[in-house]
């Protein structure tokens, strides 16, 4: 049996009750606190290990390796987290094969990462990448068990669950990275960082959520392996362009550029999910509930736009403003060169959030063949666009960035709005509310910046407090436009409120 015994038996599939207690938003609640948390623990990581440890070109080093390594690791999951998740019903025989499918392939991600170390390090002329892709293999061993756990979570909508998975695992990798850095062991402190991170992820998730492919069955795969197969072919595309980047800053430019670069998208990165990571991870699973339920996706995306962009922006636009002190303060002046380049990253991720969801709302419509030939389109743009600005610079790259997002929200926008049978025009209304909040937000820190001649100085506490100044602005804003943000924010105070009187009483 792949599940426990106590769990709901054969055709009683968890998501189809769907209980009230597991709301969207109370689910959402937990999934941004999963977020928060593991942000933090990154962050703190990020920092300690980039001012006392590891220089530029050691980050570098391990960016290229990992970036190497996910080009072939975007087959670990093969599909099966959106297949399950979009299933009408679920039962134990099919968690078996599923379960089954994900380690099998997993393993051969992480034999396919090893075989390929060799032929990666002499193509960089860097023979310390060899030990740290040989690790990162090792990894994949342990990701196997931990990928059917965290999809049966994720349809069940156990948020809870997940983000003692999520943190454990977190809290677990920054530890061992740090201490293996302060003992000296460089870029390899990283690497073993994701064996014990993955370890951790697989012995919670398992433990939360059985899901053991013992014994193995291999019976009736003709529609996983169909859907898992699509799905992978489109991922395999997207990984090109989108996990191509530290590839190709690393091989035009040096070491050092390519530890700037990806400590520059990684901040970028984070940020934008410390804001707007918990929501995305609800949402496929309450729109693949919808779709199940044969209703609209119209106004349930258009909010997911709306929240999204009137939430993401400030921060990314603060971040720009904000990114030489932020720099100075967190990483030391020998990281300083990532500010002018974190700038740009946040402009374009900037314009990466005004459409999300691209991948996932033609995969619940069917519309995988037209979705391929979108994202391989996509992906020439984007890797065109990179080779020529790295070939330039490290900031000429980062220019390609925004020049590629301009270019994706065209590629997509009009496909993703014919599918849910929405105006482009109402898009661009929420997009009007999102950027007059964003300006609201930015106002403190934007006159701070403009008069005061140090401000490069001022340290993360000034910093913060000019950041924190435009909260009150970016809430008015919302009010007064009557954002479907401000209904969110009042509708999660209102059930915390509720709570907290419940408990005092």
């Not at 707007?276 to 339920?293: D, E, M, N, T």
């Not at 220019?399 to 590629?411: L, N």
Request: hydrophobic share 55%.
């Amino acid at each position: 049996m792949a599940e426990a015994t106590s769990h709901p038996p054969d055709g009683d599939d968890p998501a189809a009750r769907e209980p009230a207690t597991r709301s969207v938003r109370s689910a959402a609640v937990w999934a941004m606190g999963s977020q928060y948390t593991g942000f933090v623990i990154q962050f703190i990581t990020s920092v300690i290990i980039s001012r006392f440890f590891l220089a530029p070109d050691e980050v570098g080093l391990f960016s290229i390796a990992l970036a190497a390594a996910m080009m072939v690791a975007v087959l670990q999951d093969f599909g099966l987290t959106r297949y399950i998740t979009g299933l009408a019903r679920l039962d134990h025989e099919e968690t078996a094969r599923c379960s089954s499918v994900a380690v099998v392939f997993s393993w051969t991600v992480g034999l396919a990462i090893a075989a390929a170390s060799p032929a990666v390090a002499s193509f960089y002329g860097h023979a310390d990448l060899l030990p740290i892709l040989l690790i990162i293999a090792l990894s994949y061993g342990f990701s196997a068990f931990s990928i059917m756990p965290v999809a049966l979570l994720s349809r069940e909508m156990a948020f809870g669950r997940l983000f003692v998975v999520n943190v454990s695992s977190a809290f677990v990798q920054g530890g061992v990275a740090i201490g293996m850095a302060m003992a000296g062991f460089s870029a390899l402190s990283l690497a073993w960082a994701m064996v014990a991170s993955a370890a951790i992820r697989a012995i919670a998730g398992q433990a939360l959520r059985p899901a053991l492919p013992f014994p193995p069955r291999f019976d009736g795969l003709a529609e996983v392996l169909r859907f898992g197969s699509q799905s992978s072919y489109l991922f395999i595309i997207g990984a090109v362009g989108s996990r191509s980047a530290d590839l190709i800053v690393g091989k035009f430019l040096s070491l050092a550029a390519t530890g700037i670069y990806t400590r520059s998208t990684g901040l970028a990165s984070q940020l934008r999910t410390l804001v707007s990571g918990g929501i995305g991870s609800v949402v496929y699973p309450s729109f693949a509930r919808i779709q199940r339920r044969g209703g609209s996706l119209a106004e349930p995306y258009l909010k997911v736009v709306a929240c999204f962009t009137a939430s993401t922006w400030p921060v990314m636009a603060g971040l720009a403003i904000g990114a030489e002190p932020l720099v100075e303060s967190l990483f030391g002046p020998r990281w300083i060169a990532v500010a002018p380049i974190l700038q740009l990253i946040a402009i374009s991720e900037m314009l990466f959030e005004a459409l999300p969801m691209q991948m996932e709302i033609p995969i619940l419509h069917g519309e995988m063949k037209k979705l391929t030939r979108r994202n391989i389109l996509d992906t020439i743009v984007s890797v065109t666009l990179l080779i020529a600005g790295a070939m330039v610079s490290v900031e000429m790259a980062a220019v390609s960035r925004i020049a590629y997002a301009a270019i994706w929200i065209f590629i997509y926008v009009f496909f993703i709005c014919g599918l849910i049978d929405l105006s482009p025009l109402r898009l661009v209304r929420i997009y009007a509310k999102g950027l007059v909040a964003t300006v609201a937000a930015i106002v403190p820190l934007s006159i701070a910046a403009l008069v005061m001649p140090d401000f490069r100085y001022c340290g993360i506490a000034t910093l913060g407090s000019f950041a924190l100044m435009g909260a009150p602005l970016w809430l008015a804003a919302l009010w007064l436009l009557r954002h479907p943000l401000w209904d969110e924010i009042v509708s999660i105070g209102s059930g915390f409120a509720l709570r907290l009187r419940a408990r005092q009483a």
